[in-house]
């Protein structure tokens, strides 16, 4: 029994390395080479619900929610959708990391003019304001939020941050303690 712990321990902490180097290598090509983009137009909320599903394990395991915010139509972006998938699971990812026990993670949608702006809230413990300028900042962790168990490499919202750059566009985020944090990025509007 001893020894099956310990190989367990071990074969996470090695899972966990390799994808912090994994996340290390991509944000590096990044920055190093320009981000290359397969643009497509495709559905955002129907991404957003791939995510959701590829996520809802994990949500379960804290008996959070993952919604819409309401029944959206299909809502067209022109983007890069497996990078957009990549930023989407990294966010909605931390919001159920750091997120509350029986909270919920919520997706909204804007459209206005050429621009589809995607929201995603969640009601967690919120970030103090002093840690919000360097949040997409690589390896930087909010300091009650450094439970190695719960949290990743640090990498996900400077890849996010990156990706969306590429596009032409920003990605923010506002948030309160105690009430929670919503991230915010924009895309242009695409053709069904």
Do not use: C, W
């Amino acid at each position: 029994n001893v020894n099956r712990t310990f190989l367990e321990r071990a074969s996470k902490a090695t899972d966990r390395m390799a994808a912090i180097l994994e996340d290390l290598d991509q944000l590096t090509k990044m920055e190093v080479d320009e981000v290359r983009l397969d643009m497509n137009d495709f559905d955002i909320k129907e991404l957003v619900q791939d995510v959701f599903e590829e996520l809802e394990m994990k949500a379960k395991k804290k008996n959070m929610k993952l919604r819409f915010a309401k029944d959206f139509d299909s809502i067209f972006v022109k983007a890069d959708r497996s990078k957009i998938g990549q930023v989407l699971t990294n966010i909605i990812g931390n919001s159920i990391a750091y997120g509350k026990e029986h909270g919920e993670t919520v997706v909204r949608f804007y459209s206005m003019d050429d621009i589809i702006t995607i929201e995603v809230s969640d009601n967690g413990p919120g970030i103090e304001e002093q840690h919000l300028p360097r949040l997409f900042e690589r390896f930087y962790r909010v300091e009650k939020s450094r439970n190695r168990n719960e949290g990743g490499s640090g990498l996900g919202l400077a890849i996010a941050k990156k990706i969306i750059e590429a596009h032409g566009q920003t990605i923010n985020v506002r948030s309160t303690p105690d009430v929670g944090s919503t991230f915010t990025f924009s895309l242009d509007k695409g053709r069904r």
